[in-house]
């Protein structure tokens, strides 16, 4: 950050949000701010090696707060949002946090709720309440070497933040990433990505970052996009509503984001299309684009011509009609994307790459600072999670786990030696998950290790891949698939409001409430077709015999998904015991 100052100060880094309207922010800027912060820091008594939490919607005042406690030797502990005052609790009582930065009151108050039990916390800033100001104003005095000082005594192996792990069992456990951690992600990724980070001669790369900056992914974006040179902007809401309009604002060149995002962005295309009357070319359009990558995606691989003249033409004319309009909701700028948090279906990722985004979808986990694995640009193969980043090793155990090793990978759990030792092994980190690499090395995830059901008759099924399937189908939002020690495979399955409500229109029926509409037989019969696809990549042993469909959806509220909308799975079971039972005729 200081060395791209000092270079090109006037360069543009953020886009920032004020009064309605994008602001640019010059690499000199943006260090003078973060310089003011530092030192206000220093003046309310942040020392270095203290945690101090930030809880916050993403925006620009979190990424200036990461660099100006990073200036002076503090390690960010970022509380998601959403954060129920018993989590909050425990991750600010188990990092001995010091210091608390909040987005406004609502938090605030959460944080007030349990600072009795806290004695160690002695600070609370607000930044709806001009905290930056504030924080700045008190460090005028303090002059900038003293911020330089506690600057150059970092090291590579010094702690750059300590990130809970959401975790679908029991407490979250800190994940202590240090600096080097954070340059070996952000500076490969940006190496392995150049044509994304480099974007077009004349035109500036820029991402939108709508990702909660408490993920690791999140986070990772934002070292990357300040080391890459990359204009970033922030956007706090995640809803259509909100994200659209700033997309087209500020014409990013690349996004990250989650799977169900572009599961979004393709069904609010196609339920426009149905709206408009244009079904028949939408699907047609469909078909052209999965056949036009899957033909790229061969010759890529050298398995293939790649697409035919005939292919060429369906392509382009779709192009104008379709595809160009799926870009220009993104901005019209925008060739590729990533995706990660978890698995995206192959077909989704083949229409994008036709449609003229290459979605590069990558695994990785809070351990191992993001990604560890990607698809590279050159040889995209949709489906996988793709092949190692640059100094990242993939082993697969006897037992199928994946297992990681680079320098990347975190160096324990805080406090937790026990844990540590349970998933580092001689260099290695044990992910729990369940894998697969092909002949070019491209990794596949089948599962996780913990989540494997098996069954009364003995026979071990992978929920993953099935609950992908079902929920695949548009009218379906979430699917979670139970059995342990049951007779047969059944499944639980919530459904997308918005797309029943346009299923609804379409067949001319009115909107029921949903404790009705969960007895239609014609809605039935949908999700029936769901799972009959879902069953067909499993045998019949493994297969789902039954489902419910739930009248709600889980929430994160109720305590059933991860700030990362992953499912709680014991908690699903016990708060659905009796639709759990009545699978299975009890």
Not at 123 to 130: F, G, K, S, T, V
Not at 517 to 536: G, H, K, Q, W
Request: hydrophobic share 40%; with cysteine; net charge negative.
């Amino acid at each position: 950050m200081f060395d791209h100052a000092a270079e090109d100060p006037g360069r543009v880094v953020f886009g920032r949000k004020a009064d309605g309207r994008w602001q640019d922010v010059s690499a000199g800027t943006f260090r003078d701010e973060v310089l003011a912060l530092a030192k206000g820091l220093l003046a309310q008594g942040v020392r270095f090696g203290d945690r101090v939490a930030v809880m916050s919607r993403t925006r620009y005042e979190w990424t200036l707060f990461d660099f100006a406690l990073w200036c002076v030797g503090a390690q960010p502990v970022p509380l998601y949002p959403t954060s129920s005052p018993e989590q909050v609790f425990w991750m600010l009582h188990d990092a001995e946090v010091s210091a608390c930065v909040v987005e406004h009151e609502d938090h605030a108050m959460t944080i007030g709720s349990v600072v009795d039990r806290l004695p160690r916390l002695a600070r609370l800033w607000q930044l709806d309440a001009d905290a930056v100001a504030e924080l700045c104003a008190a460090g005028e005095r303090i002059d900038d070497a003293v911020v330089h000082r506690h600057r150059m005594a970092l090291t590579p192996e010094s702690p750059a933040t300590v990130i809970y792990t959401s975790g679908t069992t029991g407490r979250p456990k800190g994940c202590v990433l240090t600096h080097a951690n954070f340059m070996a992600e952000a500076d490969n990724i940006v190496r392995a990505y150049d044509p994304v980070f480099r974007s077009r001669p004349g035109e500036q790369a820029a991402t939108l970052l709508f990702l909660p900056l408490a993920h690791v992914f999140g986070r990772m974006v934002q070292v990357a996009a300040v080391r890459g040179r990359v204009k970033l902007g922030h956007q706090p809401q995640l809803s259509a509503a909100a994200l659209l309009p700033d997309l087209r604002e500020f014409r990013p060149t690349f996004i990250l984001a989650v799977p169900y995002v572009f599961e979004g962005i393709f069904a609010s295309a196609r339920r426009e299309a149905e709206l408009a009357g244009k079904a028949g070319p939408f699907e047609r359009a469909v078909d052209v684009a999965l056949r036009y990558a899957q033909a790229a995606e061969e010759r890529a691989f050298g398995t293939g011509p790649g697409p035919g003249a005939a292919l060429r033409v369906q392509h382009q004319v779709f192009d104008k009609l379709v595809y160009s309009r799926i870009r220009e909701a993104l901005g019209g700028r925008v060739r590729h994307a990533m995706s990660g948090g978890s698995a995206m279906e192959r077909n989704l990722g083949l229409f994008f790459a036709g449609a003229g985004i290459t979605v590069f979808e990558g695994y990785g986990l809070t351990e191992t600072t993001g990604a560890a694995v990607a698809n590279p640009p050159e040889r995209t193969r949709y489906g996988t999670v793709g092949r190692p980043v640059p100094g990242t090793t993939v082993h697969i155990a006897d037992d199928g786990e994946v297992w990681l090793r680079g320098g990347q990978v975190f160096t324990g759990y805080l406090g937790d030696g026990r844990a540590t030792d349970e998933v580092l092994r001689d260099g290695w980190f044990a992910t729990g998950d369940l894998g697969e690499l092909d002949e070019d090395g491209y990794l596949t995830i089948t599962g996780r290790k913990k989540e494997i059901l098996v069954t009364s008759g003995g026979k071990s099924v992978s929920p993953l891949p099935l609950e992908e399937r079902v929920r695949a189908h548009p009218l379906i939002a979430q699917c979670i698939v139970v059995g342990n020690d049951r007779p047969y495979i059944a499944a639980l399955v919530t459904l997308d409001q918005e797309a029943v409500a346009h299923w609804l229109t379409m067949r001319g029926k009115p909107v029921s409430e949903p404790a009705d509409l969960v007895r239609d037989p014609e809605l039935e019969a949908e999700i029936r077709r769901a799972v009959v696809a879902a069953n067909t990549l499993v045998s019949q042993a493994e297969s789902i015999r039954t489902f419910r469909i739930l009248a709600a959806r889980f929430t994160e509220d109720q305590g059933l998904l991860t700030p990362t909308l992953k499912l709680r799975r014991k908690a699903i079971e016990k708060a659905y015991a009796t639709d759990v039972e009545g699978l299975y005729g009890k």
